[in-house]
């Protein structure tokens, strides 16, 4: 069964420096999620993604978070000077068309911010 | 805005017991209702979903639930459980079918031999 896959599975960096979290949805899929889960908390939305454009956002995405699909493939989430608070767990998730079709989550990216 | 209350944040239970993990949602406008399962080291996986038609919804692994309306709830259960359904579980809503999930707290379910 087709799979979201993301790399790294676990992201160490200095507060201050960029990161960028990689994901390649389901191939056929179309709309594209990043959510993430602090550790102890829940899970919560960050931002949508359909047709090359930010469908939704919350207000965790401020201007530090970007995201960007560079090629047919892969779906980016960059945070460009991480926090300390940015230390979670960011899960990529996307679905394809036909109304019924669930959001399927990759395994995640441990984000460790030191 | 829609919200999900997961009642009950560990449920310990034994081997081959029934389990119920309740789940409560507010929402101003129709939505659709998820439950996810998340085993150790993994991503989300759904277990089940309601989008409409029958309120009676069977998900994989032997796990059902029932959309209540005038409770607003979507609760899970299983008749038996097994020791590898030991995870946490977590109920969402979405107001479309494309939009953000809302989650819930979680529930960790523990089932001891």
């Known amino acids: 069964e087709p799979e979201v896959t993301q790399t790294p599975s676990h992201q160490v960096t200095q507060m201050g420096q960029e990161v960028i979290l990689r994901c390649v949805p389901i191939s056929n899929h179309l709309y594209f999620y990043w959510y993430r889960q602090i550790l102890g908390q829940k899970v919560e939305f960050l931002v949508s993604?359909?047709?090359?454009?930010?469908?939704?956002k919350s207000e965790i995405f401020d201007d530090q978070f970007s995201v960007e699909r560079p090629d047919g493939s892969n779906f980016t989430l960059k945070i460009r000077s991480t926090k300390l608070e940015d230390s979670a767990m960011y899960f990529c998730?996307?679905?394809?068309?036909?109304?019924?079709?669930?959001?399927?989550f990759g395994d995640g990216t441990r984000l460790s911010i030191l | 805005a829609q919200s999900v209350t997961q009642l009950d944040s560990q449920v310990p239970v034994f081997e081959e017991a029934p389990v119920e993990l309740r789940c409560n949602y507010s929402s101003s406008v129709s939505v659709y209702l998820f439950w996810y399962v998340q085993y150790p080291n993994q991503g989300l996986q759904l277990l089940l979903k309601?989008?409409?038609?029958?309120?009676l919804v069977k998900g994989i692994n032997g796990f059902e639930a029932e959309f209540n309306k005038s409770q607003t709830s979507f609760h899970l259960r299983k008749p038996s459980v097994h020791i590898s359904d030991t995870a946490e579980y977590f109920c969402?809503?979405?107001?479309?079918?494309?939009?953000?999930?809302?989650f819930g707290q979680g529930t960790i379910l523990t089932v001891h031999p």
């Open positions: 969402a809503v979405s107001l479309t079918s494309y939009g953000k999930l809302t």
């Open positions: 309601y989008l409409s038609g029958s309120t």
């Open positions: 993604f359909y047709n090359n454009e930010i469908s939704e």
């Open positions: 998730a996307s679905t394809g068309t036909g109304g019924d079709q669930p959001q399927h």
